[in-house]
């Protein structure tokens, strides 16, 4: 077959595809009833984790990923939001508002809490990740000497390579310009309950105090990591010169307030 032929073939195949994908979308909109959708739209090490297994337990929800892979979490993958319009899910990834994104959440109804956190205590936490846990993340990967390297040069590599996303994550959802539930990782330590509540009224879902409270005694005895976050260690940890790199960060974006990442913004 010649090469001509081929490409043919393969974007007869791509059209097929798709026309598969809306006609079972279709399907599902003419048979089925539509299910509710608990999206959180999450900065990496912000307790997104541990929202999601408390929600699941108050709701009955359960948990469905709506992206295509956990390394490309940045992005929603449409065969599995039709997967999911009739069931009631809970999902969290790591996305920014793109205009894919946003018209994806337009069609299928997604109204997404953004949850953030401190960004020198997300700077040190992050980097705690890449030592121990995973040298992969949908941010970076670091290469196969980043332990050899001492603390402060690891932290240097989160600072430069990571914490732009986390302020171009604010900026854009800040722009998106859409009525959007912002959360930060330090209300679900301070207040835990009240932050649910809130999650659960937006999406107007029911639930008692007994209830929430029994949830989020239980997420915490699995073993959750939100414990092990505590506020703060960034700011003890980092140098007045990492802190000034993080800030400066913020002058791209001269009418965005950064107090969700506990920046003033740079002067």
Request: aromatic share 8%; glycine share 8%.
């Amino acid at each position: 077959m010649s090469r001509g032929a081929t490409q043919r073939l393969e974007r007869g195949l791509k059209t097929t595809s798709r026309r598969g994908l809306r006609l079972n979308l279709r399907l599902k909109k003419l048979f089925g009833k539509r299910g509710k959708t608990v999206f959180i739209s999450a900065l990496p090490k912000s307790g997104s984790t541990f929202l999601v297994k408390v929600l699941g337990q108050v709701t009955g929800y359960q948990t469905f990923f709506l992206g295509y892979h956990q390394l490309n979490e940045q992005d929603l993958y449409l065969p599995n939001l039709i997967d999911a319009w009739s069931m009631n899910v809970i999902s969290h990834q790591h996305t920014r508002p793109s205009a894919p994104n946003l018209d994806l959440m337009r069609q299928f109804a997604i109204r997404p809490v953004i949850l953030t956190r401190n960004a020198y205590d997300a700077t040190v936490s992050l980097t705690d990740h890449l030592e121990r846990e995973s040298p992969e993340t949908p941010l970076l990967n670091v290469p196969d000497d980043f332990m050899a390297r001492e603390r402060t040069a690891r932290l240097d590599m989160v600072i430069d390579l990571a914490l732009p996303w986390y302020i171009r994550f604010v900026a854009d959802w800040a722009d998106a310009g859409h009525d959007y539930l912002w959360l930060r990782y330090e209300e679900l330590i301070d207040g835990g309950a009240d932050t649910v509540r809130r999650v659960l009224a937006m999406h107007d879902l029911p639930a008692g105090d007994d209830v929430i409270e029994t949830a989020l005694i239980q997420a915490r005895g699995e073993g959750s990591r939100l414990n092990k976050g505590v506020a703060g260690r960034g700011t003890e940890e980092l140098s007045p010169a990492q802190k000034t790199r993080i800030n400066a960060l913020t002058r791209h974006y001269p009418g965005v307030d950064f107090s969700c990442l506990g920046l003033a913004g740079a002067d």
